[in-house]
């Protein structure tokens, strides 16, 4: 149980750093969403949006980061 709250802990002080990151350097990812391999189709009546590139380097990053959390805990 010592492990889980680490854990639990651990994921609590990343959340609240990307909290203030967000917060104060939202605006600096404007780009997010909007990169060459995106998919936006829009028509008279009708939008899609697919986010194809932007959520592949949001899997890396999350892949990344539970890679290196595993590592050292």
Do not use: C
Request: no cysteine.
């Amino acid at each position: 149980m010592p492990d889980l709250g680490k854990l639990l802990l651990f994921i609590g002080v990343i959340l609240v750093l990307l909290g203030l990151f967000l917060i104060y350097f939202g605006n600096s990812f404007s780009w997010f969403g909007q990169l060459p391999g995106d998919i936006k189709v829009k028509r008279e009546n009708f939008s899609f949006h697919f986010p194809l590139t932007s959520m592949l380097l949001l899997s890396i990053f999350i892949s990344a980061a539970i890679w290196l959390v595993k590592r050292f805990l």
